[in-house]
């Protein structure tokens, strides 16, 4: 266990070739212990090595059909692939098997998502919110999501809660914007397209959301 927990945080400090030796090692000294796979799998998806990686876990799996991160880590496979159904199902099992997770989760949630499958993501991405509620990516991706199901009084209060948790997420104000726009209060919405200017000024979409929006105000103003 101290040499597993050692290569883990070689691989945390992206020490990779440390960690690839020891994890070998662990193999070589259990190679019935599917932990030392799922791990060595997890390493592989790091250094992007995708079919080693996936050989890996299906090794595991083979060891321990009940191993449950080893389906996550598969799923995690395919989704780098963009193969969404086998990740959808991957993850699925990882939760069957009871991997009780925000990572998973929200996996699941973007798997969904990625294959236009929004209200099934919605219940996912939300649990993920609940296990991790300070993850400020996660709880964009459930307000996204939200937003993406025509639920924009929800998705409102959720992309607050993304500014509460990051008060710098020009996408968060961005998409109040939006949400303003369908709310027809286009002051508010300029603001919000401001407010992700001055975080980042390179941001297209609200740049140009902004140059419309003002359009619509000046067009107003010119009919009085």
Not at 25 to 48: A, C, R, S, V
Not at 51 to 75: C, N, S, V, W
Not at 99 to 109: A, N
Not at 135 to 147: G, H
Request: no cysteine.
């Amino acid at each position: 266990m101290e040499k597993m927990q050692q290569a883990i945080e070689y691989m945390q400090e992206q020490k990779f070739e440390e960690s690839a030796k020891l994890f070998t090692e662990i193999i070589e000294e259990q190679p019935d212990n599917p932990i030392g796979y799922i791990n060595f799998g997890n390493l592989l998806i790091h250094l992007h090595e995708l079919p080693r990686a996936q050989r890996f876990f299906e090794k595991a799996i083979e060891l321990d059909e009940h191993a449950a991160t080893a389906y996550y880590g598969l799923g995690n496979v395919y989704l780098e692939e963009s193969v969404y159904p086998k990740a959808q199902e991957n993850f699925q099992k990882a939760i069957e098997l009871g991997l009780e997770e925000g990572d998973v989760y929200f996996m699941l949630g973007m798997t969904l998502q990625s294959q236009q499958q929004m209200k099934l993501a919605l219940p996912y991405l939300l649990r993920a919110t609940e296990l991790q509620p300070t993850d400020d990516e996660i709880a964009f991706q459930y307000a996204l999501t939200l937003a993406q199901s025509d639920h924009l009084k929800e998705a409102k209060s959720a992309f607050e809660n993304v500014l509460k948790l990051n008060k710098e997420h020009s996408d968060a104000y961005y998409n109040l914007g939006v949400i303003a726009l369908y709310d027809d209060q286009l002051d508010t919405a300029i603001n919000h397209f401001d407010d992700a200017l001055s975080i980042q000024e390179d941001h297209k979409l609200a740049a140009n959301a902004k140059e419309q929006t003002q359009m619509i105000i000046d067009q107003n103003r010119n009919q009085k």
